[in-house]
């Protein structure tokens, strides 16, 4: 169980997140709205990237930045921008993160192989990732993600750039993934978490919006006696 | 049933299996550090890196070779270009390590791992290190036998301040990143060190060559150990990200 309690963040001024109190148990969590909403700035202080100005995370009641390596042992990150060093292979990158992550080295070539598979990217995992197209670098930022098998899974903007069959597929392991996870997927595409997501989280004016299951949301907005569509939810909150 | 009542020495190891669990000893960050390096290896510590270190040996070879067949140096210069040089590969190095990380903006996946890239960090600084004081102490012998300065001690005197020059740096290193990790920062600190050294040695000539050529080894000693302990308690800062902007190179 994740608490976030009171979190606040500041950078010189600017408040990209105010006062923020929410829980996330297990579960997909979709996080949804527009732009500089402060979902990432979320998701950095949840992968601990950043920390907050004033307020705490707590893991099972305990402050994640107290807990260090033990925490960022249970975590799988995937940034918006996914990074990656352009004269490395895939195979080489996720063995390298898997080093990181402090899993030995047999275990991180089995898991290298078995993600490279399940991802689509087995037949290239030797070529240089400067190669490689979009869809295929996002393909391996999710692979590293899952490295570690996370116990907490932080996902920014996790589709963009896949075509609408890799989004379908990328769903499909999510789903399978989800059991005894939590699992926090930032997206501007509402049709990726409307049908996954066991709850919808929504930023407004930087501060916590909602925090409800997708029927909850749809029902906020009757049309005619009946509940909307999760976008229709989406666009209403935000108009 | 009758429960036996503990004795004292059964009382006593519970009490310290307990605190045993509950606190255990922080380990020393020399012996942590080194069984990081054994768990994350050369290679993927200093990734990248080895595409600069081989264009650096290669410019010291040639600066050296140059120097040697066309600059009559005197002592006293050979003391100044130690504490000089004595920081240059390590701070080069670091600072292409931050520049990597941004340009790239891999950074952000190494913070979220279990060791992060300040764990990453201490490893290189240490090995930039070493790498630093073999490189410059192989460019003085050659530039010395070149130039027949070696007799007496003064090889000796002159590997006792490049380490203690470096000690020295890496420290005031340490506690610059711990305020603010931005290059510029980096940048300066070497150029401030280099005027200091340079405006010393020409204006206050007595006291260079007291402090270069003349402070006592055993003071040079004493300084290693001081500055060994201050970076003792400094580098669990910049592992946990102890430091006045916490350490984010994104923020």
């Known amino acids: ?117 399940r991802l689509g990217l087995f037949e290239v995992k030797s070529k240089k990732l400067k190669t490689y197209s979009g869809g295929m670098l996002q393909r391996v930022g999710i692979a590293q993600a899952l490295l570690n098998n996370p116990e907490i899974l932080i996902l920014d903007e996790p589709t963009a750039g896949l075509d609408p069959m890799e989004r379908a597929k990328f769903r499909d392991i999510l789903v399978e993934l989800a059991e005894g996870k939590t699992i926090l997927y930032s997206t501007h595409i509402v049709s990726d978490v409307e049908d996954i997501a066991d709850r919808i989280i929504m930023l407004k004016n930087h501060t916590l919006h909602c925090n409800m299951t997708v029927d909850e949301l749809r029902n906020t907005f009757l049309q005619d006696g009946k509940a909307v569509t999760l976008e229709q939810a989406f666009i209403k909150t935000y108009q | 049933m009758k429960i036996a009542y503990p004795t004292q020495k059964e009382i006593d190891d519970s009490i310290s299996r307990v605190i045993e669990e509950a606190c255990p000893a922080r380990e020393n960050v020399f012996i942590f550090l080194y069984r990081l390096y054994r768990e994350i290896g050369f290679l993927d510590v200093m990734h990248g890196m080895e595409k600069i270190m081989v264009p650096l040996i290669a410019a010291y070879a040639f600066g050296i070779v140059y120097l040697a067949n ?13 504490i000089l040089f004595s920081p240059l590969v390590f701070q080069l190095l670091l600072c292409l390590f931050f520049l990597g990380e941004q340009e790239q903006g891999v950074y952000e996946i190494e913070l979220s791992c279990k060791y992060t890239m300040y764990h990453l960090l201490i490893l290189r600084m240490g090995i930039a290190g070493l790498f630093s004081v073999a490189v410059n102490g192989m460019a003085l012998v050659l530039y010395g036998v070149s130039q027949d300065f070696f007799g007496g001690t003064l090889i000796l005197r002159l590997a006792f301040l490049a380490v203690s020059t470096f000690l020295v740096y890496f420290t005031v290193y340490v506690h610059l990143i711990l305020k603010s990790v931005r290059i510029q920062y980096q940048l300066s600190l070497y150029f401030t060190w ?58």
């Open chain 2, 194 to 251: 280099c005027v200091v050294a340079v405006l010393i040695r020409l204006y206050i000539p007595g006291m260079f060559a007291y402090l270069a050529m003349e402070l006592p080894l055993l003071i040079h000693v004493c300084i290693w150990g001081a500055m060994l302990g201050l970076l003792m308690r400094l580098l669990p800062d910049v592992i946990y990200r102890n430091g006045k902007y916490n350490l984010n190179i994104g923020e």
């Open chain 1, 1 to 117: 169980m994740l608490t976030i309690e009171n979190v606040s963040k500041k950078f010189k001024g600017f408040t990209a997140l105010a006062d923020i109190n929410t829980e996330f148990a297990e579960g997909i969590y979709g996080i949804l709205s527009p732009n500089g909403a402060g979902k990432t700035t979320l998701l950095k202080i949840m992968a601990t990237l950043l920390f907050p100005t004033t307020g705490t995370v707590y893991y099972n009641g305990t402050d994640i930045r107290q807990m260090g390596e033990q925490y960022r042992e249970l975590i799988g990150y995937m940034p918006q921008h996914f990074g990656y060093y352009r004269d490395y292979s895939a195979e080489r990158y996720l063995k390298y993160i898997a080093v990181l992550k402090g899993i030995g080295k047999s275990e991180a070539a089995e898991r290298t192989d078995a993600l490279l598979d």
């Open chain 2, 70 to 82: 066309n600059v009559t140096a005197s002592a006293s210069d050979l003391y100044l270009s130690v």
